[in-house]
């Protein structure tokens, strides 16, 4: 309770430092509440029926003269587990890793240093019977607001560069991570320390004709191995996302269709909150489109599918797959305050590991609000 008080009161000075700011700082403050509840068919495969998550998110962007910028982010997530028949209840509440980036334009429009860091606010430890439900929210095939409450902290540091080719332009970025040690179960002694992680990031963007907007891209992630205690285990490994959208005006209207893949290597050992969890070889494929639709003068309306595929295991075969849905509904009521409202259902199933001839069915439904301020 005291948590939640503390997070209530963090949100409100926020809210109440950018309004008092001098109308010429550029600060943009935003403020969300999120609420998820997803439904799951009994299966003696997983120890739990239903998940609802409650994240309060809070956010603060600063532009630092003309080429510098500061974001803080951090929020407070409330989860309810409930048990399968067999199983218990459970329940896990706390803040969130408080996130900081700095970026300054070294080169205007061509070179960007970035500075990151990850301070160790959210639940780093936890009882070794609420891994379960920290194992619920991992899933990549439901996609949770908060899928991660917490870690050791960490630094960055990396660039990201642009070099224009007419109408295009080629990005190119790298960024080194240093993470923190930590203890992730409190009935297990041994900390640990995850692997350092470099991330390089190249893309190509621009327009075909005047209302045809493409953006290609790619990362390639690799991460050392980890250390818990005194032993040095396998981490993640590499992996390797791509992405492709095509943005096309339509009337007053645009949409926005896109593609992602996401690979996995080879089956590793993952040192998480979840303690020394096998991450084996996997392949996430997914497609989605939005549709931007101005309603009124100050009021617009964006519709969202999105389509994901999960397979897993050496050879790949099928983990899980889901489909959402769902509208946003923004509203301008002055030029410095906005909101947005954010209604949604998924639906699919889950194949539990090893298990090859069953699928667990679920349903979820998602609501959000959030409030922006840019004096």
């Known amino acids: 309770m005291k948590t939640t008080r503390s997070v209530l009161f963090g949100t409100g000075f926020l809210a109440a430092w950018a309004a008092s700011a001098p109308a010429q700082l550029p600060i943009k403050t935003t403020v969300a509440f999120f609420s998820e509840t997803y439904s799951f068919d009994p299966s003696p495969n997983i120890g739990f029926q239903r998940v609802n998550e409650y994240t309060v998110p809070v956010g603060v962007n600063v532009r630092i003269g003309e080429r510098g910028e ?9 989860v309810v587990l409930r048990g399968a028949p067999g199983f218990t209840d ?4 706390g ?7 700095f970026s300054w334009d070294v080169l205007p429009g061509r070179l960007t240093m970035i500075a990151t860091g990850a301070i160790p606010t959210g639940i780093r430890t936890v009882e070794t019977d609420e891994l379960s439900v920290l194992g619920a929210l991992a899933s990549d095939i439901i996609g949770f607001t908060s899928p991660n409450l917490g870690s050791g902290g960490r630094v960055g540091l990396g660039f990201a560069g642009a070099v224009p080719l007419g109408s295009w332009a080629i ?7 240093e993470a923190f040690q930590y203890t992730p179960v409190t009935d297990d002694p041994n900390a640990l320390t995850p692997g350092r992680e470099v991330r390089l990031r190249g893309g190509v963007e621009g327009r075909l004709g005047q209302r045809t907007y493409v953006r290609v891209a790619a990362i390639y992630a690799l991460r050392a191995k980890d250390t818990k205690g005194d032993e040095t285990r396998p981490g993640i490994g590499h992996r390797t996302v791509g992405y492709l959208s095509v943005s096309q005006g339509i009337g007053n209207t645009s949409l926005l269709v896109y593609g992602f893949d996401v690979w996995r290597g080879s089956p590793l050992i993952q040192g998480t909150a979840l303690g020394a ?3 084996p070889r996997g392949n996430l ?8 639709v101005p309603v009124i003068r100050r009021l617009s309306a964006t519709a969202r599918t999105e389509f994901r595929n999960s397979a897993q295991g050496g050879p790949l075969r099928l983990a899980g797959r889901s489909w959402r849905g769902g509208v946003d509904l923004r509203y301008q009521i002055t030029p410095q305050f906005a909101v947005v409202g954010q209604a949604g259902g998924v639906t699919g199933f889950l194949v539990p590991p ?3 001839n069953e699928r667990i069915h679920f349903d979820g439904l998602r609501t959000a609000i959030h409030a922006e301020w840019r004096p």
Do not use: I, K
């Open 90 to 93: 459970q329940r896990l509440s």
């Open 171 to 177: 990005g190119l970025g790298a960024t080194v991570r």
């Open 70 to 78: 500061f974001a803080l982010s951090t929020g407070y997530a409330h």
């Open 285 to 292: 494929l997914g497609a989605g489109a939005s549709w931007f």
């Open 95 to 101: 803040l969130v890793d408080t996130e900081a980036r």
């Open 354 to 356: 090893d298990v090859l």
């Open 277 to 279: 969890a096998r991450l």
